[in-house]
């Protein structure tokens, strides 16, 4: 019962480390977190910042994926 659990936690450690790895690289490439739409805000001491189109734009690239990939 542990051999799964060690498994499980070894592979989620995994997949956020290539999520992470991933999301930096597509900084720098693809601007995001930079786009249009993005709300930012900033006033004195108070910054606000909510990437709206940003994570629109990569649920809809995690949906195509995912389902290209459990597609049965």
């Given at each position: 019962m542990m051999g799964g659990l060690g498994k499980m936690l070894a592979l989620m450690g995994v997949f956020l480390l290539v999520t992470g790895g991933l999301l930096m690289v597509s900084e720098r490439l693809f601007h995001l977190g930079r786009l249009p739409g993005d709300?930012?805000?900033q006033r004195g001491?108070?910054?606000f910042y909510f990437p709206?189109?940003?994570s629109i734009i990569l649920s809809?690239?995690?949906t195509l994926i995912l389902n290209l990939i459990f597609r049965r």
């Open positions: 709300i930012f805000i001491n108070f910054t709206v189109v940003s809809l690239l995690l």
